[in-house]
């Protein structure tokens, strides 16, 4: 079975740019989560994603935007980009029921300039 | 809201040593607990997954324990191996909320 997997691995953007990230699960995997990794704040949550619908999101401004298609990839959205969204960002699959455990792509860099 | 504390934050024991990583959480109202590896600049990589209901999971190595009336849980890695240097993270699940810890980072010498 593939992994997740996530698309771009790196990026480089300028201050006030928008970005959009790529995330495909597991296969079968119904429940796609965001998470932003930094030195500082360490892994916060951003928002899960299951059946298409948003099921939960964390304290993050309007600015972090996702969906989930129909086929469960999902996509993030970041506009009007800052300094500090300098990060490495990850998504994670799951069931998304149950005792489901999450399983992690290697993640986006993303570098704003 | 959550808090995941985790304690040392970093680690370094010689090769075969058997070490226990801890971890702590403020709100016992947990779904699981997971425990993850990260190597530097990698994305995380999935130990073990303790369901609210149960006391411990094993896995090789690795051992992890639940104690959810205390807040704690405990990662034991027996014979440690220069493989295992990475940073260790669990995470709480709080009803698809899950809450990270800062890692611990574990250092395994030759």
């Known amino acids: 079975k593939a992994g997740v997997t996530q698309t771009p691995r790196y990026l480089i953007k300028t201050r006030g740019q928008q970005v959009t990230l790529s995330c495909s699960p597991i296969s079968g995997h119904r429940s796609v989560s965001w998470y932003q990794q930094t030195p500082g704040q360490g892994l916060q949550f951003l928002f899960e994603?299951?059946?298409?619908?948003?099921?939960n999101k964390g304290n993050f401004p309007g600015r972090f935007s996702g969906r989930q298609f129909s086929n469960s990839r999902s996509e993030m959205n970041v506009s009007t980009l800052e300094l500090g969204d300098s990060a490495l960002y990850l998504c994670a699959s799951s069931s998304g029921q149950g005792y489901y455990e999450q399983y992690f792509g290697p993640g986006t860099r993303l570098t704003v300039t | 809201k959550q808090e995941v504390t985790q304690i040392p934050a970093a680690l370094s024991v010689p090769e075969g040593e058997n070490l226990v990583l801890n971890c702590s959480f403020t709100d016992s109202a947990i779904y699981n607990l997971q425990w993850f590896r990260q190597d530097p600049g990698k994305g995380l990589t999935s130990l073990l997954l303790i369901q609210s209901s149960q006391r411990e999971q094993t896995s090789g190595r690795l051992n992890a324990s639940l104690d959810k009336s205390s807040g704690r849980s405990t990662l034991y890695i027996a014979a440690s191996q220069p493989g295992d240097s990475a940073t260790y993270l669990c995470a709480v699940d709080n009803n698809n909320d899950m809450r990270f810890g800062a890692g611990t980072r574990l250092t395994v010498k030759p």
């Open positions: 994603y299951f059946s298409e619908t948003q099921r």
